[in-house]
C-alpha cells in the first residue's frame, strides 16, 4: 500500500497546472504523422511565426549572450552543427563567433525553414540540408560542437536524439541544448507550438544515458533565473 505522501505526490503530479495546460499533441500521435504535422507546420505560417515570437520575447538579441567566448565557446571547433536550424537564428551568431575554416551546418526537417534560414543569413558559408536529427547522414565523432535550441520538444523520444547527436560529437565535444521546460509558462508555449515540455530532472537523466555531461546550466538574464522563465539552457559534454 502507497503511503499518504506519495498519494498526494502523484495526485499532484496528475492535476499540476502544467500538466493540465501542456499539449498532448505529441503524446497522441503515431512518430510518422507527428513527424510530418511539424514538418507541414513549420512549412507554414507558423515558420514564419518563429521569427516574430524571437522578437517579442527578446530571443533573437538574447542568442547573442549565450554563443560567445563568455558563454558556450565556438573558438577552436572545426565543424559545428545548427541541429533543427529553423530560421537560422543561431547560425546568424555562429556565423560571427566561429573560426574563419570552421565549416558551419545547418540541418532542419522543414524545407520551408531551411529557405527562410538561407533568405536570413544572406550568406552561402552555412551549409544548408534537409535532416531529421534522429537520423543524421555523419559518421560518428564529426562535431566539435551542436547547438540544439528548442528542437528536443519535438521529439517523442528525446533520448533517440540525444544518443544520435552524441554519436556524431566527438569525444569531449559540446552541446548546446535549449528545450521547453515543464512550468505554466513552458506548458502554454507547448500549446502553440504542439510540442512536449520536460522537467530538469527528468532531462538530467535521459542526458546521462545518452553519454552527455551536464556541464553548466545557463540563464539567458537573472530575471530568467528568479522566475524560471526562459526554458532549460545547459552545456553538454561528450562523455
Ligand atoms: C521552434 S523551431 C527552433 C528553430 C531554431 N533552432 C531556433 O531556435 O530558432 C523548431 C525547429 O525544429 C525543426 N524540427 C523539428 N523536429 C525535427 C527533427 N526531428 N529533425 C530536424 N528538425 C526538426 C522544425 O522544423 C523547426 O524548424
Not at 563568455?70 to 546568424?92: M, P
Not at 534560414?117 to 558559408?125: D, G, I, M
Not at 552555412?126 to 564529426?142: C, E, I, K, M, N
Not at 504542439?194 to 542526458?207: A, G, M, Q, Y
Request: glycine share 8%; aromatic share 8%.
Amino acid at each position: 500500500m502507497q503511503s499518504p505522501k506519495s498519494n498526494i505526490a502523484q495526485l499532484r503530479k496528475r492535476f499540476s497546472i502544467s500538466q493540465w495546460i501542456a499539449s498532448k499533441v505529441p503524446h497522441r500521435k503515431s512518430p510518422d504523422v507527428y513527424r510530418n504535422m511539424v514538418k507541414s507546420y513549420y512549412n507554414g505560417p507558423a515558420g514564419w511565426f518563429t521569427l516574430l515570437s524571437g522578437l517579442l520575447t527578446g530571443h533573437e538579441v538574447l542568442a547573442e549572450r549565450v554563443i560567445g567566448p563568455n558563454g558556450f565557446d565556438v573558438r577552436g571547433c572545426k565543424k559545428v552543427l545548427d541541429a533543427g536550424t529553423g530560421n537560422g537564428r543561431y547560425l546568424r551568431v555562429l556565423l560571427k563567433q566561429v573560426d574563419p575554416d570552421a565549416e558551419l551546418i545547418g540541418c532542419d526537417l522543414s524545407i520551408g525553414m531551411l529557405r527562410r534560414a538561407h533568405q536570413r543569413l544572406k550568406s552561402t558559408r552555412p551549409h544548408l540540408l534537409t535532416a531529421d536529427v534522429t537520423r543524421l547522414p555523419y559518421q560518428d565523432a564529426t562535431f566539435d560542437a551542436v547547438i540544439f535550441g528548442w528542437v528536443l520538444e519535438h521529439l517523442q523520444e528525446p533520448l533517440h536524439g540525444l544518443r544520435e547527436l552524441a554519436r556524431v560529437l566527438k569525444p569531449g565535444g559540446k552541446l548546446l541544448l535549449m528545450t521547453t521546460e515543464h512550468t505554466v509558462l513552458g506548458a502554454i508555449c507547448s500549446r502553440v507550438y504542439h510540442c512536449r515540455t520536460t522537467k530538469r530532472s527528468e532531462l538530467k537523466e535521459v542526458c546521462r544515458l545518452a553519454g552527455l555531461t551536464w556541464h553548466r546550466e545557463r540563464f539567458w538574464t537573472p530575471v530568467h533565473k528568479w522566475t524560471g522563465a526562459g526554458g532549460i539552457v545547459v552545456e553538454l559534454h561528450r562523455s
